[in-house]
């Protein structure tokens, strides 16, 4: 799902004065430890208070906060524990897909949508998951013939979504057990309120139709507008899909292509701006990446040759943080700070404040590949 940030506390922007701790170098251990680590508003504070010399409510020896594994906890592994902290809020999108998938091939084609049209996710886990023997289908007695054979049998979601409200349009992806829908699919479309959205069903199997699904999926729940669904084959392309959805006008309609930047082995995401030097950088990157070595200058950008041209669409503006501008139409530039002149805007990042961009960029050359996956 798309996420949004927690706010920490207003004097948080205090902490970007460049204070830092040194610590030891950690143990293979405690890095074990911070894979598994969870992330909370009281460890944000914990180093937040350390960064400022002030005393904590914890002890923090052994704590996993060198979020960069440089053996220091400065700044950035503020800006990083920031980003973890992320609670589901209102999407941007307004397209979810849904999946179960027991053995992944639903969930191939699921990515393949939600790469293509932008959308949110979910996936359905069940309660009690499903194992290899729960499935095997030659077993009578197996639990998944138990429950298909039933059809009053709702199998537990382990964590639920708490609405759907926010969406109009729910692709929902299963695999086809014994000619239908798993039981879990069922628990899922009886749990919210459909009858204003638009359903897509897709499954796959190794041989069986979508159809019997359908019809109980259309019987099942209200829904506002179903969609003829499609079955997919496990090994189905992403250009398979992509025809399907341009079929049914959705990736159209939907989709927003992003720009990415890896900076440092960060990926961070950019909105295009709507202008024809875009459009043609996209082109551009559909054929591969760009690598730009980009130099510091005037201490309020980041700029480097991007090693062609794009047109130019240049305009009197002044830069805000995060703007990515096209200067002179083959220098690429990446601005932390204000300035005034004619420019080309290319694009900006998303959700990024001024202090975590200049703590990514850091201070001198940087290594900075645009993608558009």
């Known amino acids: 799902m798309k996420r949004r940030m927690i706010s920490l506390f207003a004097i948080i922007t205090a902490v970007f004065c460049g204070c830092s701790g040194f610590l030891n170098a950690k143990s293979t251990a405690e ?3 911070q894979t598994n680590y969870t992330y909370t508003i009281q460890d944000a504070v914990n180093l937040q208070d350390f960064l400022l010399n002030r005393s904590t409510q914890e002890n923090l020896n052994g704590k996993p906060y060198d979020m960069d594994h440089d053996g220091v906890w400065d700044v950035f592994d503020l800006c990083l524990m920031k980003r973890e902290l992320t609670i589901p809020s209102e999407s941007e999108s307004d397209t979810l897909v849904v999946y179960f998938s027991r053995t992944n091939n639903t969930e191939k084609i699921a990515e393949h949508i939600i790469d293509l049209t932008n959308a949110d996710r979910y996936e359905i886990e069940a309660a009690v998951p ?5 499935i095997r289908y030659q077993d009578s007695d197996c639990r998944a013939n ?44 009886e749990s919210y309120d459909f009858s204003d959205k638009t359903v897509i069903p897709f499954c796959t199997s190794g041989g069986s139709g979508i159809s019997a699904s359908e019809k109980n999926i259309a019987d099942l729940v209200p829904i506002g507008n179903q969609f003829a669904g499609k079955r997919f084959s496990a090994n ?33 995401s950019a909105t295009f701006e709507n202008n024809s030097s875009a459009d043609a950088l996209k082109e551009k990157l559909s054929e591969g990446d760009v690598v ?36 002179q139409g083959n220098q690429f530039v990446v601005y932390y700070d204000e300035n005034s002149w004619n420019f080309t805007k290319l694009g900006h990042v998303d959700n990024m404040t001024q202090e975590e961009l200049k703590a990514l960029l850091g201070d001198g050359n940087v290594t900075i590949t645009l993608s558009l996956k």
């Open 31 to 33: 890095e074990a430890e």
């Open 130 to 134: 499903y194992t290899d023997a729960d």
């Open 146 to 189: 138990k429950e298909q054979n039933d059809k009053t049998v709702r199998p537990e979601i382990a964590e639920p979504i708490e609405s759907i409200d926010s969406y109009e349009v729910v692709f929902i992806g299963y695999p086809i057990w014994w000619g239908e829908e798993p039981r879990i699919i069922d628990t899922f479309l």
């Open 236 to 268: 189905a392309t992403e250009s398979e899909v992509e025809s399907w959805l341009k079929e049914i006008n959705i990736m159209k309609e939907n989709a927003e292509e992003k720009l990415y930047l890896t900076i440092n082995d960060t990926k961070i």
């Open 292 to 327: 730009i070595e980009a130099h510091d200058y005037g201490n309020f950008e980041k700029v480097g040759s991007l090693g062609f041209t794009l047109p130019r669409n240049d305009t009197q503006i002044t830069t805000e943080s995060g703007d990515l501008i096209l200067y």
